[in-house]
């Protein structure tokens, strides 16, 4: 036991390090080169103090909650890893402890389940599921193999932790203000790690905005003049670490039409040469061959642009014509007297290491002959200089056509790739936004964990999944039902990280969940069954990876459509949103998610019925089985109060229990019950249960204080979920630690 | 019925032997023919392949069963009967000779197919045969130069699908010659010489250019009734511009060949391209024959495997360890010290300083100096983050400059600096650092060393051609290998080092793979790739225009100016017609646009063939997979014979 209290207090004094340099992070660590160099780390404010001010308390909580929930997420993994590595040595010592310590709260559960009808053999399900908790169980089958097996697999683990933190201690994170059309902001955090697709889900959730292809996020530079949008896979921290720091930059999300138009009018950039009205007539099948025969070959076409085009002297304020040509390694001219043939033509600019952006009336500023000009710089360079290249086009249309060409030439693949997933983000979002308006019954659920899973497969840490699921539900969430659907799947993940340790014992984790409960599954598997075919075609891609990533995450909606008909629908679809986003990241905290889980699995056999009466009406309404609970109480008005509620029952339950966590969610759900103590008796047991009680804590203290806000909803729960982990239930970021080495003590102490 | 006497030549018994003369009746078969012919000759052996060859009307006699009254055969027909497969000497895109048998009896199109299969060519409905230039003077002794790859003891019977050994389609693995070819297939030759290039021939006009597609061999005919013999030399090339597919693990020795004819029509100025596309051009070169010296064909190993492969191997010598605090580890995974005295210069208006010489180190992605090596320690005088940065070599070997130029994006714009090194080796460590900095990638990087080789090479390269009497070393390559003879003639070998070097920067890191495939990426997105150009007459008008035929267009080039007139889009395309008789093609395209011309250089088949064949590689799709429609080629490219 001592190593392993060593190994513990190692790893604290890790996850200080880390905390340090989150701390950190808010004064540029890199103070490094020239003074203009400088990173400015809340672009769209003049100081960091300002930005600070600027945050609504909304917004502080939000930003709070992405900090800590980066940390919980790590700490409840290594705790859960410490716990696990626990557990091996103590195994070995005797035999019998590790085989009955974990099965001690999954007996539990699991006999509740037997003993009791259906709804409770769900609950189980829903434990077993968690595949992303497997992977620290697997220990405590090899303790018995060898010690040396045990030693490897620690270490293997360890270094797997150690290379993990570093990765994670070492992201850069930016506090960003976007500026929204209608004059207000949004502050969010924008970590290294995350491309603009990324932002742009994480502002649609919190925007509520229709999601089309046409969303964007650009820069303005008013020293220039100049505007660029983001393209999609670009990372967003990289260039807003140019800014100065006095900069007056700012960052915008709005529409802009032609950020996609070339991919849905192909004919006008590709064909430009012909007439308005051929080009307006274009079928449709003609427009996707364009689109094949430049954009799906070997190799990317660019449009042969070639036109009079002025250019800005350098340093002089005349502007000369010259004949620019577009190439894809370049823009080039045609010296006076000399032909255009390819030999003849001088390298203008290669686009290696500049950006082209629109620049705005530099008519008045620097005598432009008209105010369709466009610029190439290094997209460093935010002050006037020769290294600027300004270039004038006589007409909007002109200017439209080369900025495009030239964003073609420079990003090429990546370009159309931007387009196609935006596209798929859209269809998602109206397919939400149809199944909700053409079936209220319908519950979203489905459709939300796969493209969380999604997500997760994709993203290799929370962060990045937590803004996009947020993107979804929030689509959902704007219609009415569809936040419900989201906290299903947490729970999934959440319950199974508790019933694993059973599955571990019999052999391979994965085929434990059905076989311990063989008469509940049936349902759930049913009800997925029916539910994928729906969710593909929605999004072809969707339904497979959801499987693949968390097996978990299927299970949930069943589960959820059962509890939903029991009653209080709305308090339990709260509680689950917050435990679910909270937990997704970690994958560790499930342990407060078992709680609703429970509740859930009473009622299924409601659900049921409901489900294939949509299934027959629509596909899409399949997904949604959880929906119709949700929809229900769905009623924008109701949820708030609803909300409300579920927070504070955490927060009672949290007095009652020691354990913050865990209690709260038993209490509000009337089922819960058996889970509850299945969690305290895992507590006792190991690690698993531990991690958990932090996060439900959060969650429900910040819902808890953010009920009275309706409209931002959606974001504070999700915001509470992401607290939880690491605001605790004060809400104190500071005390985080603490209050985790409290949890740590006293679950160490009940053992 | 009567018997006729039916003369028949056959060539086993050599060329000088009096032809065979058979009784036949004019109700036998063919088979029959053949089986007496067999018999009188006497020769015991696998006459399987044999067929009749009818001399007169230039056509195959392949249909066993038909009477010679149905052949319309008379007493007066001299036939031939000899073998259908016979070798034939293929100029492949890379310059070198293989020998092979080929089919002289089928269409040209399978008898393709049946080369693609050895030669392990994936699509090969993209290629096709042609002609070679004739070659006026001493052809006897370039036959004699050209080393001849002989695939003909390579039974046809074994080419199955490559199931591969070794590495390579089981059929080369037979032998060491074999396996000798198949390495001449897969890997890029190495540069060649200059002179080379400049002495070969050169389409100097769009009308040259069109010429060559005038060679192109019917693909519905044999070989044989287009006049080619055995042993005769056809090039085989890559006619169609739409490369599906390419997939570098089945398609070794497709890329190759196809990067071979990218690079010699780049070479060759076949395709034109700008200076700096040129020097891009050059730089793919150089890079992807160095990566096919060192290691040639395999998967370059993950970068970013290799990293975390070092991680975890330091991470874990320290677990073995007693202390592992967080501080160690990242200690231990510290990235390698540079550091040294160099020279720095700040050009800057209106001063005249020259260079200064401080402590300087490399650190991550940045440069920092210190007035000493002494004070380091403290706070440097200025730091230089080279993320994002442009770097450009300027080197003078046999002058003994080692420059590197750093253009430092700033908000107010670039600053430039440069940094003098004193000799070779400190100037590839800290040029390969600069590198790396600016792509955002620190010493660490598993690619700092295969860097500093590389700029070691290069800076040999300009070594050995700076006075040319020295002979050059194994691996050095003559920068003028890897541009057309326009930009030899333009550059002297030290300036076209640099520029090639310019632009090696963006390529260096690419592995042999992707080189090749950028190599090919910008070479379809010149805009004048793809176009085969046709010099035609159109229907009312009075002078020769030229007609480029593109994978998706057909576009009208006026011959004086050399400007596009008009564009027709396949997709919009009715219908085509060819007039065998007059020798006129007509299109009609949608919205009643009718257009007719007749070929001036070119038969109208090769016309036809190039449209139908462009319109058949358009059907191609995923779900057929490599499965291939013969039927539809012939339909579309057939013309009367499909008929």
Not at chain 1, 573 to 601: E, I, N, W
Not at chain 2, 157 to 169: H, I, K, R, T
Not at chain 2, 435 to 460: H, P
């Amino acid at each position: 036991m001592d190593d392993i209290d060593a190994m513990f207090s190692d790893l604290l004094g890790e996850m200080d390090l880390l905390t340090q340099s989150l701390g950190v992070e808010n004064e540029p660590p890199n103070a490094i080169t020239s003074p203009p160099e400088e990173v400015n780390l809340s672009p769209g404010f003049t100081d960091l103090n300002e930005s600070l001010h600027e945050l609504e308390d909304d917004d502080l909580d939000v930003l709070m909650a992405d900090l800590m929930a980066d940390l919980n997420a790590t700490e409840l993994k290594l705790a859960v890893d410490i716990e696990n590595l626990k557990v091996p040595p103590s195994s070995s010592a005797s035999q019998p402890p590790p085989a009955t310590l974990p099965p001690a709260p999954q007996g539990l559960s699991s006999y509740d389940a037997s003993i009791l009808p259906s709804p409770v053999s769900l609950q189980g399900d829903v434990g077993t599921p968690s595949p992303s908790h497997l992977s620290p169980l697997p220990p405590p089958q090899h303790a018995k193999p060898s010690m040396e097996e045990i030693e490897a697999q620690i270490k293997a683990d360890k270094i797997r932790m150690a290379l993990e933190k570093l990765k994670e201690a070492k992201v850069k994170k930016l506090v960003v203000k976007v500026l929204i059309k209608d004059g207000s902001s949004k502050t969010l955090m924008v970590d290294e790690r995350q491309n603009v697709r990324d932002v742009l889900d994480n502002l649609f959730e919190k925007t509520h905005c229709d999601c089309n292809v046409d969303w964007s996020l650009y820069e303005t530079n008013p020293d220039l003049n100049l505007e660029r949008g983001f393209e999609d896979h670009e990372n967003l921290v990289e260039p807003l670490s140019g800014w100065t720091r006095d900069s007056e930059n700012k960052l915008h999300f709005d529409e802009r039409e032609d950020k996609y138009e070339v991919f849905k009018n192909p004919q006008n950039y590709y064909l430009w040469k012909k007439d308005k009205q051929t080009l307006k007539d274009m079928r449709d099948k003609d427009k996707e061959l364009l689109i094949e025969e430049n954009f799906c070959g070997t190799s990317i076409k660019v449009p042969d642009l070639e036109g009079a085009l002025y250019l800005r002297e350098d340093g002089k304020k005349s502007w000369k014509q010259k004949l620019f040509l577009l190439r894809a390694s370049g823009i080039y001219y045609a010296p006076k007297g000399k032909s255009k043939t390819s030999r003849d033509l001088v390298c203008f600019v290669q686009f290696d290491n500049v950006n082209v952006y629109y620049a705005k009336d530099l008519k008045s500023k620097y005598k432009a002959p008209t105010d369709y000009c466009f610029v190439l710089k290094h997209p460093q360079i935010q002050k006037d200089s020769q290294y600027i290249k300004y270039l004038c086009c006589d007409d909007p249309w002109t200017l439209n056509l080369w900025v495009t060409g030239i964003r073609i030439a420079k990003y090429g693949a990546a370009f159309y790739d931007n387009y196609k997933t935006a596209v798929k983000k859209t269809s998602t979002g109206s397919a939400w936004a149809n199944r909700i308006t053409s079936s209220t019954s319908s519950s979203p659920s489905p459709a939300p964990s796969p493209s969380l899973s999604d997500k997760h497969a994709s993203q290799a840490n929370g962060h990045a999944t937590k803004p996009q699921p947020g993107p979804v539900s929030q689509d959902m969430g704007m219609d009415a039902p569809p936040p419900p659907p989201p906290p299903p799947p947490p729970p999934p993940p959440s319950s199974g990280s508790f019933p694993p340790p059973p599955p571990l014992q019999t052999s391979s984790l994965p085929p434990p969940p059905p076989l311990t409960h063989s008469s509940l599954p049936p349902p759930p598997p049913l009800i997925t069954g029916s539910f994928p075919p729906p969710p593909p075609l929605t999004h072809s891609s969707l339904p497979p990876p959801p499987p693949l990533t968390h097996s978990s995450l299927p299970p949930p909606p069943p589960m959820q459509t059962s509890s939903l008909p029991p009653r209080l629908p709305p308090q339990a679809r709260l509680p689950p949103k917050p435990a679910c986003r909270a937990k997704q990241p970690p994958g560790p905290l499930p342990s407060p998610l078992p709680p609703p889980p429970p509740m859930d699995s009473l009622p299924p056999p409601p659900p049921p019925p409901p489900f294939p009466d949509d299934a027959t009406e629509a596909p899409p309404d399949f997904l949604p089985p959880p929906p119709p609970m949700t929809s229900g109480p769905a009623s924008p008005p109701v949820r708030p109060p609803v909300v409300a509620p579920p927070p504070r029952a955490s927060f009672r339950g949290g007095s009652r229990n020691q354990s913050l966590p865990p209690p709260p969610p038993d209490p509000e759900f009337l089922p819960p019950p058996p889970p509850p103590i299945s969690i305290s008796s895992g507590g006792g047991g190991g690690a698993p249960p531990p991690p958990p009680p932090p996060p439900p804590p959060p969650p429900s203290g910040s819902s808890g204080r953010k009920t009275a806000p309706p409209p931002p909803r959606r974001t504070t729960p999700v915001l509470a979920g992401r607290g939880g982990g690491g605001g605790g239930g004060d809400g104190e970021e500071g005390n985080f630690m603490s209050e985790l080495m409290k949890a740590m003590n006293k679950k160490r102490g009940e053992d | 019925m009567a018997d006729w006497d039916l003369s028949v030549t056959v060539e086993e018994l050599g060329s000088e032997a009096p032809a065979l003369s058979i009784s036949v009746t004019s109700d036998l078969h063919i088979g029959g023919v053949i089986l007496k012919l067999v018999e009188k000759t006497q020769i015991q052996r696998d006459w399987s392949d044999h067929a009749l060859w009818w001399e007169q009307k230039q056509q195959w006699l392949l249909r066993t069963s038909w009477t010679l009254e149905k052949c319309e055969i008379h007493a007066d027909a001299s036939l031939v009967f000899m073998p259908q497969h016979k070798p034939l000497r293929l100029g492949l895109p890379n310059g070198a000779t293989v020998r092979l048998r080929a089919c002289f009896s089928g269409p040209v199109f399978r008898t393709l197919l049946g080369i693609c299969r050895i030669l392990n060519i994936r699509h090969p409905e993209e290629l096709s045969l042609l002609r070679p230039l004739e070659e006026k003077k001493k052809k006897k002794e370039r036959d004699a130069l050209d080393e001849v790859y002989d695939l003909t003891e390579v039974p046809l019977a074994s080419v199955s699908q490559a199931c591969l050994y070794n590495g390579m389609p089981a059929h080369f693995a037979d032998s060491p010659q074999t396996e000798a070819v198949y390495r001449m297939l897969s890997v890029p030759q190495p540069a060649p010489a200059p002179e080379l290039i400049s002495k070969q021939y050169r389409a100097a006009s769009v009308v040259d250019k069109a010429h060559i597609n005038s060679r192109w061999l019917d693909s519905s005919r044999s070989l044989l009734q287009q006049g080619v013999q055995e042993n005769d030399r056809l090039w085989l090339r890559f006619k169609y511009s739409t490369f599906y597919n390419l997939e570098p693990l089945y398609d070794v020795v497709r890329l190759a060949q196809l990067y071979e004819q990218a690079r010699w029509a780049v070479l060759l100025e076949d395709v034109d391209c700008t200076e700096e596309e040129m020097m891009l051009f050059g730089a793919l070169q150089y890079h992807i024959s160095k990566r096919s010296l060192s290691e040639p064909q395999t998967v370059t190993s993950n970068a970013a495997m290799d990293d975390l492969e070092t991680a975890l191997l330091s991470l874990e010598v320290k677990m073995d360890g007693d202390s592992n605090t967080a501080n160690d580890m990242l200690d231990n995974m510290a990235a390698p010290e540079l550091s040294d005295y160099l020279k720095i210069f700040r050009p800057k208006r209106l001063t005249l300083k020259g260079y200064k010489q401080y402590w300087f180190k490399f650190q991550d992605t940045g440069i920092s100096y210190f007035k000493s090596k002494e004070e380091s320690v403290g706070e440097p005088i200025q730091q230089i983050h080279l993320k994002g940065c442009e770097v450009a070599p300027d080197v003078n070997v046999a002058g003994q400059k080692f420059v590197i130029r750093l253009l430092i994006p700033a908000p107010e714009g670039m600053t430039e600096f440069y940094l003098r090194c004193e000799n070779e080796e400190q100037y590839a460590h800290w040029m390969a650092a600069c590198r790396l900095a600016s792509t955002g990638r620190s010493l660490a990087d598993s690619s700092f060393q295969s860097e500093i080789q590389s700029i070691r090479s290069f800076l040999a390269m300009q070594k050995t051609h700076g006075n040319s009497s020295v002979p050059a070393a194994d691996d050095a390559i003559n920068p003028h290998s890897l541009v057309s003879p326009r930009y030899q003639k333009k550059y002297k070998a030290k300036q076209l080092t640099q520029r090639i070097l310019e632009a090696y920067q963006n390529v260096a890191q690419l592995s042999w793979n992707d080189a090749l495939l950028r190599f090919l990426q910008i070479w379809q997105a010149l805009p004048d790739f793809g176009l085969s150009y046709v010099v035609v007459r159109f229907k009312g008008s009075r002078k020769d225009e030229v007609l480029g035929i593109a994978p998706n267009r057909l576009i009208r080039i006026d011959l004086g100016v050399g400007d596009v007139v008009r564009t027709w889009r396949y997709n919009n395309m009715r219908q085509w017609n060819v007039n065998w008789d007059i020798r006129q093609v007509a299109i009609e395209f949608d919205g009643n646009v009718n257009i007719a011309f007749s070929c001036v250089t070119a038969d109208c088949k090769i016309v036809h063939e190039f449209i139908g064949g462009y319109i058949f590689m358009s059907t191609r799709t995923k779900e057929q997979g490599d499965a291939l429609n013969q039927e539809l080629f012939h339909k579309l490219t057939g013309g009367h014979e499909a008929l």
